[in-house]
T-cell receptor
Framework: AQSVAQPEDQVNVAEGNPLTVKCTYS??????LFWYVQYPNRGLQFLLK??????LVKGSYGFEAEFNKSQTSFHLKKPSALVSDSALYFC???????????????FGKGTKLSVIP | EAQVTQNPRYLITVTGKKLTVTCSQN?????MSWYRQDPGLGLRQIYY???????DKGDVPEGYKVSRKEKRNFPLILESPSPNQTSLYFC????????????????FGNGTRLTVT
């Protein structure tokens, strides 16, 4: 069974500092990895994805994520945090294609990011 | 505007009173899914649908029903709600559950906050 772990329930960072939100995964075969962001009273919004190729993936709002196969990690990063980045972040994984049933996304429990002015 | 629309946004009901949460998407997506979000548990999948008239159980289907009579609509039905179904519910959709669109992200609605007393 596939799984995602987000080891930190909350991350606090000062505005202007770099931020990292951690994610590790477990799947069969090559993973399809996603990051989503949830602002208060809103649904989840897609940020970025890793499918194959370059290990550093760039996404929306200046976010990027680094895929590390040996460590089975897909950490979300941003060079300079903004107060408006404060939100709940979810990592998700889909395992290698093995039929329509393998399409399901498994989500982590989420990490609350607070950017302090 | 491409979107997933859920109604209602907020719902308070009593134990045993049947209710339906509607979900509609205007992107001609084949795949649709329902999740519930609970603190400390992240997102858990309730039911999903690969296409019209094709539905299947997710991780936490007990106490829920779904139907997919048309491509755009995927209502969630609680025949006899109980307090443990108090939660935040999200509907999501994506292109197709097949290998050619395996890297497609999910598009989420804004959520329905359900309270069962």
């Amino acid at each position: 069974a596939q799984s995602v772990a987000q080891p930190e329930d909350q991350v606090n960072v000062a505005e202007g500092n770099p931020l990292t939100v951690k994610c590790t995964y477990s799947v069969s075969g090559n993973p399809y990895l996603f990051w989503y962001v949830q602002y208060p009273n809103r649904g989840l919004q897609f940020l970025l994805k890793y499918i194959t190729g370059d290990n550093l993936v760039k996404g929306s709002y200046g976010f990027e994520a680094e895929f590390n196969k040996s460590q089975t990690s897909f950490h979300l990063k941003k060079p300079s945090a903004l107060v408006s980045d404060s939100a709940l972040y979810f990592c998700a994984v889909r395992g290698a294609y093995s039929g329509a049933g393998s399409y399901q996304l498994t989500f982590g429990k989420g990490t609350k990011l607070s950017v302090i002015p | 505007e491409a979107q997933v629309t859920q109604n209602p946004r907020y719902l308070i009901t009593v134990t045993g009173k049947k209710l339906t949460v509607t979900c509609s998407q205007n992107m001609n997506h084949e795949y649709m899914s329902w999740y519930r979000q609970d603190p400390g548990l992240g997102l858990r999948q309730i039911y999903y649908s690969m296409n019209v008239e094709v539905t299947d159980k997710g991780d936490v289907p007990e106490g829920y029903k779904v139907s997919r009579k048309e491509k755009r609509n995927f209502p969630l039905i609680l025949e006899s709600p109980s307090p443990n179904q108090t939660s935040l519910y999200f509907c999501a959709s994506s292109l197709k559950a097949q290998v050619s669109s395996y890297n497609s992200p999910l598009h989420f609605g804004n959520g329905t906050r359900l309270t069962v007393t």
